[in-house]
């Protein structure tokens, strides 16, 4: 009894429309009985009169009912500002990316929050693998300073897939431009870093942020240890940490991790095991795919699993890492440091780049991709070619079309696999 009156406290803004409803059923039922009474009487006047205070009754019903479903939707839904019809929709679209397939990405930097923003429009089954190597900026300060797990490239794909409001995912990508200690943090690699320091865990720290961006799928670090990234040039010269390695620019003949031995997340295994679709990439290949496959778990989940497993080849060569390479060499390179067994499909981009932004690219010593197709099909990989690219101001990954070319792949694969 209780409970029912708390409806009537002042200020919960849905008595008046509990009101409203019962005049307007009060109003239509009266009416009903009204002219079921004078049936018989032929009399144009009580006739309007019926009808008018009939149809207004009904008007005052559906303006109630209206508005109650609003209250209720407004209080118990993230979408406060957003129209019932909006909400609505959004809860039909949720429904059906609820049903589509369970897709785990693995990658890092800009590339794999590239491609999250256009496959959480195809389905909410979806786990991003991070890596945790990052050693500069924001993120190597914090893992130096406070011995934690660099949260930049986590921060980046819980951005990607958020439905928070612009305010929310603004704050988060807010770098700091004055102060000593804080100059160069962004605001999220410090929140994920105060939550991890809460509550003892990285892991829930990325949880509890989840929470707070409301995103689509699952944020999970490929590892949750402390570990290094350790190139050996081809002068045997080792070189150890994600930043050296980008900065020294030289050839690179073998990438390891130190400790070579780490352990994955649970959770990374989990995904993995009970994916439909798997894909590497698009994203730095030694800095950013690599280092998550050299987790020795990781790797033999991926050979072991059935699931569709496609490399995303970069468009453009990085400088002092991949110069020169070839989408073949990509490939290469990534089968020699894993298993052959870990992708089945590389999918490429043909589409041509503007001449301005190759001679861009040419003064950072950076070139487009060349295509060696046949290669990669004598190495028993299916390719998968089409125009994958945006060309503004850089040359990168469209999400949208990345995203329709993987889901029309796995499509396809689907439909031949149940042949």
């Known amino acids: ?48 009169l019926i009808t008018a ?26 979408y406060q500002n957003n129209d019932l019809v909006d909400v609505i929709f959004q809860k039909r679209q949720d429904r059906f990316l609820e049903r589509g397939p369970r897709v785990v990405v693995v990658g890092g930097g800009t590339g794999l929050s590239t491609l999250l923003q256009g496959i959480k429009k195809f389905t ?9 190597t990052d050693t500069g900026g924001s993120s190597g300060r914090l893992r130096d300073e406070l011995d934690v797990l660099p949260p930049g490239d986590i921060r980046n794909c819980l951005v990607a897939l958020a439905d928070a409001q612009p305010l929310m995912l603004n704050l988060f990508q807010y770098r700091f431009e004055d102060g000593s200690g804080l100059k160069g943090h962004s605001f999220g690699n410090l929140f994920i870093t105060a939550l991890s320091k809460i509550t003892g865990d990285f892991e829930r720290a990325i949880k509890e942020s989840s929470k707070v961006l409301a995103i689509r799928g ?34 690179i003949r073998q990438l390891e991790l130190k400790p070579k031995h780490c352990r994955a997340s649970e959770e990374a295994l989990e995904a993995i095991e009970q994916a439909d679709m798997i894909v590497l990439g698009p994203g730095s290949l030694f800095t950013s795919v690599l280092p998550n496959l050299l987790i ?91 125009n994958l690219i945006r060309t503004e101001s850089m040359v990168r990954h469209d999400p949208e079309r990345l995203a329709r070319v993987l889901f029309e792949t796995f499509i396809r694969h689907k439909r031949l696999s149940q042949k």
């Open 218 to 251: 699952n944020v999970i670090p490929s590892t949750l240890e402390k570990v290094t990234l350790v190139a050996r040039l081809d002068s045997n010269l080792a070189v150890e940490g994600e930043t050296n390695i980008t900065e020294y620019r030289k050839p």
């Open 53 to 78: 205070v009939l149809i207004f009754g009904i008007f005052l019903i559906v303006m109630a009912v209206r508005n109650i479903l609003r209250f209720f939707v407004r209080s118990l839904l993230p």
């Open 296 to 386: 020795e778990d990781i790797c033999g989940k991926l050979v072991e699993s059935e699931a569709l497993k496609i490399y995303v080849c970069n468009v453009m060569t990085q400088a002092g890492e991949t110069n020169s390479f070839t989408a073949a060499d990509h490939v290469d390179m990534l089968i020699r440091h894993t298993d052959p067994r870990v992708i089945n499909v590389c999918v490429v981009n043909n589409s041509d780049i503007p001449e301005e932004l190759i001679e861009k690219y040419a003064r950072e010593q950076a070139e487009p991709v060349q295509l060696d197709v046949e290669r990669i099909k004598e190495r028993g990989y299916q390719v998968v070619q089409a």
């Open 124 to 132: 909410k089954n979806l786990t991003a693998i991070v890596t945790v």
């Open 1 to 48: 009894m209780t409970r029912f009156f708390k409806w009537l406290y002042p200020g919960m803004g849905i008595k008046r429309w509990i009101f409203l409803l019962v005049t307007g059923v009060v109003m239509t039922g009266s009416v009903g009985l009204v002219a079921v009474h004078y049936l018989s009487r032929e009399s144009i006047f009580l006739a309007a």
